[in-house]
């Protein structure tokens, strides 16, 4: 099972290398407001998780993570299931 902060260095290392982003990644970062991914950064930022974790996250999943640590939250609590 994944930590909350494993999957924010995941999530921070994804934004440096897939998003060319060099600004700090916060959990308090609105994904969408504050660090500004369209469809394709958020799809992104999803695959690579999904590939480092191996979870699958659905559009459902996006309904409740509106912050980098909402989603470092529900990608930590999905590795926990998928075990």
Known sequence: MATELEVLEVIRSIARTELEMERPITPEDDLLRDLALDSLGL???????????????SEED?????????????????????R
């Open 43 to 57: 799809t992104v930022l999803a695959v690579g998780l999904e590939n480092r974790f191996r979870v699958k996250l």
């Open 62 to 82: 996006a309904a409740g993570v509106q912050t980098v640590g909402d989603l470092a939250r529900h990608v930590a609590g999905r590795t926990g299931e998928a």
